[in-house]
């Protein structure tokens, strides 16, 4: 007898998925002597059960055809609605597959992909070189295998693996559950490991195209917020705007309180001038100006500076109290011009 | 593509089929079947045959009993009780009926038999 129990089990759980939408009691009845009977046909003649029977979801359908059963369904478990939406994808990836077919210039979609298995066996050996290369060179590789940094032999290696991969795609139907399934999971890693080498080749042309820029890798000003200009005088200079060499404003920060010229925001962000949030400023900004509206502005301080410096500023200070000189404690030559 | 072909026949008689063929003799699943494809029935299907046997025990037509196997499986066997002897007589003559009018429907035509 060449028919396992396991594979009576197998197919007999996938007729009952397929008649999933049937009402419990129903299907049971259908498939309670499924097993003994698919016992006498396997003791019978030679051959699996697919091969003597079909697929398990066309006995399935024959089945339910010959039983007259109904297709209505009340109160069912979650087992069951499990099942029959296990089922229902089935069916629409049946549907899907003829849906498809005719895009391809076949009658099913599998048709072309069935097709493809040779070639799928030949990226599977390549695939299974490679892993062995990274595994055995430790890392870095390009696209050809090499066996311990050996190109020969890596080449060596692509071949045998590649025959062995044919060799194991054409014996794969007949292989019993458990290879099957190896193969199958070890098909899967060889995937997964495919898209993590595309990845990481992309991850490396990226770097070709876009490595030297250095504003995208690090951008110096990216954190800025807001700018806020002083005067020499070290008054905040507001409504103030910055152009490059070429008459482009620069455009830095971004605006995040309203602008009190424009408190619903419906004007262009762009033309905001700096700083946008002049409560914000670093440095306090100079207490509300004794008035000295008679002091005429930048660029002449005048020698009398009615503060104090002169204690601080040294000897030297007296006779030449410069600009500098009259940052710090000249209040009272602010002249609020820019208010 | 034919109107006719022999799987729908099979559809509307293969009750009466597996009735006949277990008024000879009780038998199980894979021999009913076996014993179907030696009349001549040669399309039918394993599943086909297996619901029709589930769906006439169900209906109260055959009863079943196992019998032990010293090498292999242990096999169901079914047998007709009252009901499925009568349903087959019905069914038998009612298929005769209907047989004889085609026969006859066909000879009107010419066509041979």
Redesign the interface.
């Known amino acids: ?1 060449t028919v396992t129990e396991q594979e009576i089990a197998n197919y007999v759980g996938r007729v009952r998925a397929a008649l999933a939408d049937l009402p419990a009691e129903v299907r049971d ?2 498939t309670e ?2 097993p ?2 698919l ?6 003649a030679d051959g699996t059960l697919v091969e ?2 079909g697929e398990p979801e ?11 059963a109904p297709a209505t369904a009340a109160g069912r478990n979650l087992d069951q609605r499990v099942a029959a939406a296990v089922g229902r994808a089935r069916r629409q990836a049946r549907q899907l597959d003829t849906q498809l077919g005719p895009l391809l210039g076949y009658a099913r979609a599998s048709e072309f992909l069935r097709l493809l298995r040779p070639a799928w066996w030949v990226v599977r050996g390549y695939l299974a070189a490679m892993l062995v290369t990274v595994i055995t060179t430790g890392g870095g590789f390009g696209l050809l295998p090499r066996f311990g940094g050996e190109l020969v032999g890596g080449l060596v290696m692509l071949v045998a693996l590649v025959l062995a991969s044919i060799w194991l795609g054409h014996r794969s139907t007949r292989l019993r559950r458990w290879p099957r399934w190896a193969t199958h999971a070890a098909s899967v890693v060889l995937v997964v490991f495919a898209l993590a080498g595309l990845a990481n080749a992309e991850d490396r042309a990226g770097y070709q195209d876009y490595g030297y820029d250095p504003i995208s890798v690090q951008n110096p000003y990216e954190r800025v917020r807001d700018v806020f200009v002083y005067d020499s005088e070290g008054r905040l200079v507001e409504d103030a705007r910055l152009f490059d060499q070429n008459g482009a404003p620069i455009r830095l920060g971004y605006p995040d309180c309203p602008d009190p010229r424009d408190p619903n925001g419906t004007g262009n962000p762009l033309l905001r001038t700096y700083p946008y949030c002049p409560d914000q400023a670093p440095f306090a900004p100079r207490a509300p100006a004794a008035p000295a509206p008679t002091v005429p502005p930048l660029g002449t301080p005048t020698p009398e500076p009615t503060g104090t410096p002169e204690p601080t500023g040294g000897p030297t200070a007296t006779g030449t109290p410069g600009p500098g000189a009259a940052v710090a404690p000249n209040p009272t030559a602010t002249p609020s011009a820019t208010r | 593509m034919p109107i006719v072909d022999t799987t729908q026949l099979l ?1 509307g008689v ?1 009750d009466l089929a597996v009735l006949a063929v277990l008024r000879e003799e009780d038998g ?4 009913i079947l ?1 014993r179907l494809r030696e009349a001549g029935l040669e399309e039918v ?8 046997l ?2 006439l025990f ?1 209906a109260g037509l055959l009863t079943t009993y196992v019998v032990p196997s010293e090498s ?5 066997y079914y047998s007709l009780n009252a009901a499925g002897r009568d349903q087959l007589t019905r069914s038998g003559k009612l298929w005769r009926s209907f047989a004889t009018t085609m026969d006859t429907l066909l000879d009107d035509r010419g066509m041979a038999a």
């Open positions: 007898m009845e259908l002597d499924l003994e009977h016992a006498e046909v396997a003791a019978e003597r029977l066309a006995y399935a359908a024959e089945l339910r055809a010959a039983a007259g | 559809k293969l199980y699943g894979y021999d076996r299907g394993d599943a086909s045959v297996y619901g029709t589930r769906r169900a292999g499986p242990h096999r169901k």
